[in-house]
């Protein structure tokens, strides 16, 4: 190694750390996590890196969101090494992982749904006016604000105090998303955003995912569906059983590959033949593993 050790007293481990990180914010090295006796996840390595979309996929019990927990503060790894920025990290709460810029949007979004949306935006976070103990919220400015930062992402509601409930999920997972970057986040979590919406509303989440990449975020994107995974990625990172299946860059791996390593080839065939058996069903006229794996033909997703 030929960088310098910035902090001179860690030794070696220090310096091979920051000299290897090459850009990324967030990198998970053979990191794992049991709980109790389970083994959750085990030997995974990943990165995120500003400007990228990386995108983590996985049939359910996977282990992907048991990947972002870790990442997001809710858990800590027992295995492997965590770092943020290079540097050796553990964090004891979401709010630690905030501090370093690592923002998590849950599917079930902790918003007020009779609260306006201005209001959601600010939630916890209210600007105010006036010296203490005058003080009060400046609500103008929290609405000007929230429009312009909606807008700036390309959102435009026709009314900011039209109260959050009454938006689509789409609508509300692009407000989490337009409110995180406002805040400061480098890095926005995304756990199965696209799960529980249609073709459209999934579209318009997609497009805000690839926005936040645009203004420089790094997005890890957690998903079931392959094809919605290969319109904003840029790296894949595969589960299986806890354990990294596939980790390629988008160059290295087709939709079709990467789809079929979601409905895992090997299995759909064992499968197939389980049906000619059962069903006395000529194997020869079933469709072929890739053609099985459309998301139309997919299990449900969000069970998360
Ligand atoms: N708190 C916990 N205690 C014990 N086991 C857990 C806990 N959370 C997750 N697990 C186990 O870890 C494995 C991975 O779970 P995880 O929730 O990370 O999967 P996932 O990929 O997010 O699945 P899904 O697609 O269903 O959301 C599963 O076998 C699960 O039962
Ligand atoms: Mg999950």
């Given at each position: 190694m030929t960088s310098t050790n910035k902090a001179g007293t860690h030794g070696t481990v220090l310096e091979d750390t920051v000299a290897a990180?090459?850009?990324?914010?967030v990198e998970l090295r053979n990191a794992g996590k049991s709980y109790g006796n389970i083994r959750?996840?085990?030997g995974v390595d990943l990165k995120v890196h500003p400007s990228r979309v990386t995108c983590v996929l996985g049939d359910n019990g996977a282990g992907k969101s048991t990947l972002i927990k870790i990442v997001s503060g809710l858990h800590q790894h027992t295995e492997g090494d965590f770092l943020v920025d290079g540097r050796p990290v553990r964090f004891n709460s979401p709010r630690e992982a905030l501090d370093k810029g690592i923002a998590a949007v849950y599917q079930?979004?902790?918003?007020?749904?009779?609260?306006p949306v201005w209001r959601n935006f600010f939630l916890g976070s209210e600007m105010t006016k006036g010296p203490w103990p005058v003080r009060r919220l400046d609500i103008e400015k929290m609405k000007q604000t929230a429009d312009g930062e909606l807008r700036n992402m390309g959102i435009v509601l026709?009314?900011?105090?039209?109260?959050?409930?009454?938006?689509s999920g789409g609508q509300r997972q692009c407000v989490a998303i337009a409110r995180a970057v406002y805040f400061g986040a480098r890095v926005l979590i995304l756990d199965e955003?696209?799960?529980?919406?249609g073709v459209k509303q999934s579209g318009v989440v997609l497009k805000y995912i690839a926005a936040a990449r645009d203004r420089g975020l790094g997005v890890i994107f957690i998903t079931h569906n392959p094809h919605h995974a290969y319109m904003v990625g840029d790296h894949f990172s595969v589960l299986r059983l806890g354990t990294l299946e596939l980790s390629a860059d988008r160059s290295q791996v087709s939709l079709e590959e990467l789809t079929n390593h979601m409905a895992g080839g090997a299995e759909l065939a064992a499968l197939k033949h389980e049906l000619a058996a059962v069903r006395?069903?000529?194997?020869?006229?079933l469709p072929d593993e890739k053609d099985l794996t459309a998301p139309e033909s997919a299990p449900p997703e969000g069970t998360s």
């Open positions: 990180q090459d850009g990324a914010i959750a996840l085990h079930d979004l902790a918003t007020v749904p009779l609260m026709d009314d900011l105090e039209q109260s959050i409930g009454t938006l955003p696209t799960a529980a919406l006395g069903v000529d194997v020869e006229e």
